[in-house]
């Protein structure tokens, strides 16, 4: 079965500019969820999606949103892009969520300008 | 809520050492644990985890994870270290209490292994 993939590897944005990334996940996974690392802060949790509804959300502001479509991919958006948005941005699948084991995509690599 | 402590930022070791990654966590449900390793420029890659059964768990790589409850730890060992062992590793906990725990995994700051020849 093929991985978790993500695109675009890498992004550069300025601020104020909105950004949207991809992630696809392995097949027969429902559960798509999403997280930011950066030095800082670490890994924290962004939401969790599951058959197309949002059922977790972290302590994020409403900048940051997302979406699942039917065939389970997800796409994350960022509006209205800030410096401290720099981030790998990584998305997991997992087959039912909850407490099923999460796969890692590589990642996004965003920069802000 | 949760939340996972990993005790040493760092751990620099010899090849051919063994090692210990200390790991302690805290939450008001039953938790399960996890340990994921990320090697540079790369995403997470799950080692091991402690869904239930036996508190020794086995992974990948040869790694291994004690499940202590009374203590509330999950450290994370290598008898024998190898070059290629050198990332970051992440000691991970989610709960099956629904809600607020759908789909998250909580993670601790990380251990940055450095294996020395």
């Known amino acids: 079965k093929a991985g978790v993939t993500q695109t675009p590897r890498y992004l550069i944005k300025t601020r104020g500019q909105q950004v949207t990334l991809s992630c696809s996940p392995i097949?027969?996974?429902?559960?798509v969820s999403w997280y930011q690392q950066t030095p800082g802060q670490g890994l924290q949790f962004l939401f969790e999606?599951?058959?197309?509804?949002?059922?977790n959300k972290g302590n994020f502001p409403g900048r940051f949103s997302g979406r699942q479509f039917s065939n389970s991919r997800s796409e994350m958006n960022v509006s209205t892009l800030e410096l401290g948005d720099s981030a790998l941005y990584l998305c997991?699948?997992?087959?039912?969520?909850?407490?099923?084991?999460?796969?890692f995509g590589p990642g996004t690599r965003l920069t802000v300008l | 809520a949760q939340s996972v402590t990993q005790l040493d930022s760092q751990v620099p070791v010899f090849e051919e050492a063994p090692v210990e990654l200390r790991c302690n966590y805290s939450?008001?449900?039953?938790?399960?644990l996890f340990w994921y390793v990320q090697y540079p420029n790369q995403g997470l890659q799950l080692l091991l985890k402690?869904?239930?059964?036996?508190?020794l768990v086995k992974g990948i790589n040869g790694f291994e994870a004690e499940f202590n409850k009374s203590q509330t730890s999950f450290h994370l060992r290598k008898p024998s270290v190898h070059i290629s062992d050198t990332a970051e590793y992440f000691c991970a906990v989610s709960s099956n209490a629904g809600g607020t725990s759908y789909g998250k995994l909580t993670f601790g700051q990380g251990t940055i292994l450095t294996v020395h020849p």
């Open positions: 402690y869904l239930s059964g036996s508190t």
């Open positions: 097949s027969g996974h429902r559960s």
């Open positions: 997991a699948s997992s087959f039912v969520g909850g407490d099923s084991l999460q796969f």
């Open positions: 999606y599951f058959s197309e509804t949002q059922r």
């Open positions: 939450s008001s449900v039953s938790v399960y």
